[in-house]
């Protein structure tokens, strides 16, 4: 091919997500020498949206909700007809179906599914099974971003092997300060010495912020001048701020809501967690945190065992076991070498594994291999 390979990344929806910011981490920064990015929003743009345009990708949304699935298919149909992509790469359910069928339609000559996630928090119906099994016979790839999801992949989903490529997400160091800072957080009534335990995560039941708070009751006990920071926002609030209160621990909890300084935020703390219980994949806020140079203290769940080094970058712990979370915790809380030595740690893990321009530069090697294939 002797033009650039023009991609098209169809999604739901661009809001504040670890899937949703791979898709604005990835478009912008693909060598425009070799591709055209365009991305196409099915649902409305997502507070995510502007960093495209400003980045100079083009970028549109179609306003279809899931109950008009038949006039978004044909939206999607001709936006196709007119931009001809030699790829279309899909993510969410709706777009995983309606995409590929659209593409189909308009003969584009390759569809790739990107998978984020390492289970359904709902199961699937048998529709959605049949839809996947005949879709696959025009799907040129799938591709994961972690090794963690291949058993899913290939049991629970039915997709072929041969079919699946893993490419890890990134982050772009650059981005990350290791330096100690409190500016972001000056407003949130936390003290200057108050050391600050933060969760960036959705308020989603999967994120499991209960096993959180039962092991900040706990941390609480040990180091009562600890402060916990829970970042992220969802329907699960009321009930999270209702255990606050049963637990006697609403005065040491923090719910800031969603951020766009996350980067900020993490300097002005020591140490993050991700205490989800299922279908955690290869979570952003994670690499951020390690970007940071913050140790992580998270559940041994689907990819973030790829991730963090136990003992070395952070520590990993059960699932749904608080008891287990609030030991590491103030184990990284009552040793400062220690919580530096981590920090350190991680920090050069992204540096040399986990970058975004290791990931990026795996994803344009995938896509072309597509296009060759195809």
């Given at each position: 091919m002797n033009r650039p390979i023009r991609v098209l990344y169809l999604v739901p929806d661009l809001r504040v997500g670890g899937a949703e910011r791979h898709v604005t981490t990835l478009m912008p920064h693909l060598d425009r020498g070799r591709f055209t990015p365009s991305v196409l929003c099915i649902g409305e743009e997502g507070e995510l949206f502007g960093e495209l345009a400003a980045?100079?990708?083009?970028?549109?949304?179609?306003?279809?909700?899931?109950?008009?699935?038949?006039?978004?298919?044909?939206?999607?149909?001709?936006?196709?007809?007119?931009?001809?992509?030699?790829?279309?790469?899909?993510?969410?359910?709706?777009?995983?179906?309606?995409?590929?069928?659209?593409?189909w339609l308009t003969r584009v000559p390759n569809s790739v599914v990107w998978v984020h996630n390492h289970g359904d928090v709902e199961p699937r119906g048998r529709a959605r099974e049949l839809a996947d099994r005949v879709l696959d016979r025009c799907t040129a790839a799938y591709f994961g971003v972690a090794n963690a999801q291949i058993d899913y992949m290939t049991g629970e989903l039915g997709?072929?092997?041969?079919?699946?490529?893993?490419?890890?997400?990134?982050?772009?160091?650059?981005?990350?300060?290791?330096?100690?800072?409190?500016?972001?957080?000056?407003?949130?009534?936390?003290?200057?010495?108050?050391?600050?335990?933060?969760?960036?995560?959705?308020?989603?039941?999967?994120?499991?912020?209960?096993?959180?708070?039962?092991?900040?009751?706990?941390?609480v006990d040990t180091v009562p001048e600890a402060r916990f920071l829970i970042v992220g926002d969802g329907p699960e609030r009321?009930?999270?701020?209702?255990?606050?209160?049963?637990?006697?621990?609403?005065?040491?909890?923090?719910?800031?809501?969603?951020?766009?300084d996350v980067a900020d935020v993490l300097r002005a703390v020591q140490v993050v967690v991700l205490s989800s219980h299922s279908v955690e994949c290869f979570p952003m806020a994670v690499l951020e945190a390690m970007a940071a140079g913050r140790p992580a203290v998270?559940?041994?769940?689907?990819?973030?065992?790829?991730?963090?080094?136990?003992?070395?970058?952070?520590?990993?712990?059960?699932p749904r076991d608080p008891n287990a979370l609030a030991d590491k915790l103030i184990a990284v809380l009552t040793d400062e070498p220690l919580r530096r030595r981590m920090g350190a740690a991680a920090r050069v893990r992204v540096e040399t594994e986990f970058s975004?321009?290791?990931?990026?530069?795996?994803?344009?090697?995938?896509?072309?291999?597509?296009?060759?294939?195809?």
């Amino acid at each position: 091919m002797n033009r650039p390979i023009r991609v098209l990344y169809l999604v739901p929806d661009l809001r504040v997500g670890g899937a949703e910011r791979h898709v604005t981490t990835l478009m912008p920064h693909l060598d425009r020498g070799r591709f055209t990015p365009s991305v196409l929003c099915i649902g409305e743009e997502g507070e995510l949206f502007g960093e495209l345009a400003a980045a100079g990708v083009p970028a549109r949304a179609l306003h279809r909700t899931k109950r008009q699935a038949v006039r978004a298919l044909w939206d999607i149909a001709r936006v196709l007809r007119r931009e001809r992509p030699d790829v279309v790469i899909t993510r969410g359910y709706n777009a995983e179906g309606l995409g590929r069928v659209a593409a189909w339609l308009t003969r584009v000559p390759n569809s790739v599914v990107w998978v984020h996630n390492h289970g359904d928090v709902e199961p699937r119906g048998r529709a959605r099974e049949l839809a996947d099994r005949v879709l696959d016979r025009c799907t040129a790839a799938y591709f994961g971003v972690a090794n963690a999801q291949i058993d899913y992949m290939t049991g629970e989903l039915g997709y072929p092997r041969e079919k699946i490529r893993i490419i890890h997400n990134g982050v772009d160091p650059a981005l990350y300060e290791t330096s100690d800072d409190r500016g972001a957080i000056a407003d949130l009534g936390i003290g200057a010495d108050e050391p600050v335990v933060a969760i960036v995560a959705a308020l989603r039941p999967e994120k499991d912020h209960e096993t959180f708070l039962r092991a900040a009751r706990r941390v609480v006990d040990t180091v009562p001048e600890a402060r916990f920071l829970i970042v992220g926002d969802g329907p699960e609030r009321g009930r999270i701020e209702a255990l606050t209160r049963e637990l006697d621990i609403g005065d040491r909890v923090v719910l800031a809501g969603s951020r766009p300084d996350v980067a900020d935020v993490l300097r002005a703390v020591q140490v993050v967690v991700l205490s989800s219980h299922s279908v955690e994949c290869f979570p952003m806020a994670v690499l951020e945190a390690m970007a940071a140079g913050r140790p992580a203290v998270c559940t041994a769940v689907g990819g973030v065992l790829e991730m963090v080094e136990d003992g070395v970058t952070g520590y990993l712990v059960p699932p749904r076991d608080p008891n287990a979370l609030a030991d590491k915790l103030i184990a990284v809380l009552t040793d400062e070498p220690l919580r530096r030595r981590m920090g350190a740690a991680a920090r050069v893990r992204v540096e040399t594994e986990f970058s975004s321009k290791t990931s990026i530069t795996a994803a344009e090697r995938a896509v072309e291999e597509v296009v060759r294939r195809g």
